[in-house]
T-cell receptor, first 114, second 110 residues
Framework: SAVISQKPSRDICQRGTSLTIQCQVDSQVTMMFWYRQQPGQSLTLIATANQGSEATYESGFVIDKFPISRPNLTFSTLTVSNMSPEDSSIYLC???????????FGPGTRLTVL | KQEVTQIPAALSVPEGENLVLNCSFTDSAIYNLQWFRQDPGKGLTSLLLIQSSQREQTSGRLNASLDKSSGRSTLYIAASQPGDSATYLCANNAGNMLTFGGGTRLMVKP
C-alpha cells in the first residue's frame, strides 16, 4: 500500500481564481493519477502524471484548465484554473505503488467555488 | 467504452444482516477488479483487488467474486455493522485506468 497526503483538505474559492492542490506519497511511484468527483457522482479520471513528461489528459479535460506538475517520483500538483462553480468537486490523487494494478487514494481535496 | 453499473444505488439494512452488492460491466474485457469504500466527504479506501486471473478475494467479513463471462462482480458483507455504513464503489482497472460504477450507498442501522 501507500500513504498519500493532499493539501489543502478543503478550500472555498472565488470565481475566476486558481487553486493548486498538492499530492505527496511516502514512496517513489512511476505514475500518479488525478480524479474528480462531482457532487453525488462517481469518480472520473482527469489525467495521468509521469515524472519527466507531460501529463496525459482524458477526454473532456485540457491542460490549460488543469495544469499538472510532476517534479519527482513522490510529488505532484494539480491546478484548477479560472474556476467556476461547476468546478466544485472533490479532487483526489491516486497511485499504484506495487505495479499490481491496485490503486490507492489520497484523502481528497474538497473544493467549493462561489 | 466500458460502463460500470452498481445496484442497488442505496441500501438500508438492520445490523447483523448479510448483504450483497452488485457490479456489472458492459464490456467483458475485465482486467483487475477493485472494490473501494468511501466515507462521506472522504477519499477512497481499497477493500479488495481481484486480479484478472482470480475469481474471488476475501478479507475479514468481506468477500468479492468476479465472473468475467457474465461481466459481474459481487461484494458480500457478512454480519453487517453500523461502522460498515459508507458508499461502496467497484472499478475495472484496465492498464491503470479505473472505470468506476456509480456506487452503492449503504446504511446499517443499529
Amino acid at each position: 500500500s501507500a500513504v498519500i497526503s493532499q493539501k489543502p483538505s478543503r478550500d472555498i474559492c472565488q470565481r475566476g481564481t486558481s487553486l493548486t492542490i498538492q499530492c505527496q506519497v511516502d514512496s517513489q511511484v512511476t505514475m500518479m493519477f488525478w480524479y474528480r468527483q462531482q457532487p453525488g457522482q462517481s469518480l472520473t479520471l482527469i489525467a495521468t502524471a509521469n515524472q519527466g513528461s507531460e501529463a496525459t489528459y482524458e477526454s473532456g479535460f485540457v491542460i490549460d484548465k488543469f495544469p499538472i506538475s510532476r517534479p519527482n517520483l513522490t510529488f505532484s500538483t494539480l491546478t484548477v484554473s479560472n474556476m467556476s462553480p461547476e468546478d466544485s468537486s472533490i479532487y483526489l490523487c491516486s497511485v499504484d505503488p506495487g505495479g499490481y494494478n491496485e490503486q490507492f487514494f489520497g484523502p481528497g481535496t474538497r473544493l467549493t467555488v462561489l | 467504452k466500458q460502463e460500470v453499473t452498481q445496484i442497488p444505488a442505496a441500501l438500508s439494512v438492520p445490523e447483523g444482516e448479510n448483504l450483497v452488492l452488485n457490479c456489472s460491466f458492459t464490456d467483458s474485457a475485465i482486467y483487475n477488479l477493485q472494490w473501494f469504500r468511501q466515507d462521506p466527504g472522504k477519499g477512497l479506501t481499497s477493500l479488495l483487488l481481484i486480479q484478472s486471473s482470480q475469481r474471488e478475494q476475501t478479507s475479514g467479513r468481506l468477500n468479492a467474486s468476479l465472473d468475467k463471462s457474465s461481466g459481474r462482480s459481487t461484494l458480500y458483507i457478512a454480519a453487517s455493522q453500523p461502522g460498515d455504513s459508507a458508499t461502496y464503489l467497484c472499478a475495472n482497472n484496465a492498464g491503470n485506468m479505473l472505470t468506476f460504477g456509480g456506487g452503492t450507498r449503504l446504511m446499517v442501522k443499529p
